[in-house]
């Protein structure tokens, strides 16, 4: 299967990578869109692999034909790329978010049907044979009722995180265009989305939340914020949590812990593990094995006929719930007291600390001894 890779920098290397490594040798990478193609980290190993670069999808399009596009590049472009691919007949696989509005999404959803493709979005989770399985034995009443779902993350970020690319991390807008970039939208979706992916009704849709109470605040000097915590009220009366920072004194890699009637379901040290009442324990699987699995399943769907597990429709109730929290925000600054800084990074004090107690407690930072904002909203449905 013939493959074009739109973005070959930041994440875009996992995808080279995978790609030129023939992991799966049915894929056929046969043109790079880059137009920073100087400045990518693999720019040796493409044409060391005779791999054409092209400044612009409409030069690709000129002269080749893809069966499937890899859309990788800030999340502003992907409505009008992935559009695009579909209109010169490509099935897509865009990496998450969908982009950073619903219009946008609703836009790309349309196109799909009006092209007689589908656009996956590259939430890997969704995509791993761990949670899709934990989501079947869910469906299936056999963890009976969801009660409390409850994700924490604590990445430290460099200064240099957020100057990346063309000066669009962090921003509300860059010139007149919606970005929406923050914590929650990007770097930490992933962990977001999927305690909505679970919730779904089908394994193919996720759950909007009903109303949301947020506290955003940041530590860095950006236009949205670097550190939240979101309190979900689901439709079904259950609530999710999700509490994650850029600017903590600690590293934490993604761990939660979701509370059904029957069992309880734990993410910590790379396994999903679930104790039911009865003393049978079930264990699902590292959620961050085979990362790029999502290429290969969406290549097996365009030759199949089927779809992939997370399309535009199931990745826009993440879609929705980040219109209503960018358009509500209100953002605090952390006590300057607490702040500390070099030339690297930017860090707050005893904020990892803070966010384990909202994690145990299931509060919001102003309940837990951090002075912020509480903001509330209504999720827009879709």
């Known amino acids: ?153 604590s990445w430290p970020r460099k200064r240099s995180y957020y100057g990346r690319g063309v000066g669009w991390a962090g921003k509300i807008q860059k010139d007149g265009v919606t970005v929406w970039d923050s914590i929650a939208s990007n770097a930490c979706a992933h962990y977001l989305h999927n305690m909505l992916f679970l919730l779904g009704e089908q394994m193919q849709s996720a759950a909007t939340p009903l109303r949301v109470e947020a506290e955003c605040l940041r530590a860095y000097d950006i236009e949205t914020f670097d550190t939240c915590a979101l309190k979900m009220e689901m439709r079904e009366g259950s609530t999710a949590f999700f509490v994650a920072s850029h600017a903590a004194d600690e590293k934490l890699d993604p761990q939660f812990v979701y509370e059904f009637e029957k069992a309880t379901v734990t993410y910590f040290d790379g396994q999903i593990v679930a104790d039911f009442g009865d003393g049978l324990r079930v264990c699902y699987g590292d959620p961050f094995e085979d990362e790029m699995r999502k290429v290969s399943d969406c290549a097996r769907a365009v030759e199949n006929g089927t779809l992939p597990p997370c399309t535009v429709h199931t990745a826009s109730a993440h879609t929705a719930l980040m219109a209503g929290l960018h358009k509500n925000m209100t953002v605090a600054a952390f006590n300057p007291e607490t702040v500390s800084q070099n030339e690297e990074k930017i860090w707050v004090r005893g904020l990892c600390a803070t966010m384990r107690k909202c994690y145990r407690e299931t509060a919001l930072f102003s309940e837990c001894g951090i002075k912020a904002d509480k903001f509330s909203f209504a999720i827009e449905e879709i």
């Open 1 to 153: 299967m013939n493959i074009l890779l739109v973005g070959a920098g930041g994440y875009g290397v996992k995808y080279v990578d995978f790609l030129l490594g023939k992991v799966d040798p049915t894929l056929t990478l046969v043109g790079v869109v880059e137009p920073y193609f100087d400045s990518c980290a693999r720019m040796e190993e493409i044409l060391a692999a005779g791999i054409p670069v092209y400044k612009s999808m409409e030069e690709f399009y000129a002269k080749e034909m893809a069966e499937l596009a890899i859309i990788c590049t800030p999340p502003f472009l992907h409505a009008a790329q992935s559009i695009a691919a579909l209109s010169h007949g490509s099935f897509v696989l865009c990496e998450k978010p969908v982009a950073p509005t619903l219009r946008e999404a609703l836009e790309m959803e349309n196109a799909a049907g009006r092209y007689e493709k589908w656009v996956a979005i590259g939430y890997q989770w969704s995509f791993s044979d761990a949670v899709l399985a934990l989501k079947r034995d869910i469906l299936a009443g056999r963890l009976g009722k969801p009660r409390v779902l409850k994700t924490i993350v």
